[in-house]
């Protein structure tokens, strides 16, 4: 179930850098949720284009 208002505290997260949407298998990585990356990623692509 993902929480809406949970959205935006991931893109703050992945803005940061201290997570990852995606995880790319190096040790110790912080990321989103699966159920929270599409969300979190179109949440994001609406930043850069506003």
């Given at each position: 179930?993902?929480?809406?208002?949970?959205?935006?505290?991931y893109?703050v997260?992945?803005?940061?850098?201290?997570?990852?949407i995606?995880?790319?298998?190096?040790?110790?990585?912080?990321?989103?949720?699966?159920?929270?990356?599409?969300?979190?990623?179109?949440?994001?692509?609406?930043?850069?284009?506003?």
């Amino acid at each position: 179930m993902v929480k809406p208002y949970m959205i935006p505290v991931y893109a703050v997260l992945v803005k940061s850098g201290g997570w990852v949407i995606e995880p790319t298998g190096a040790a110790g990585e912080k990321v989103v949720p699966e159920a929270y990356r599409i969300p979190v990623a179109e949440y994001l692509a609406a930043q850069e284009a506003a």
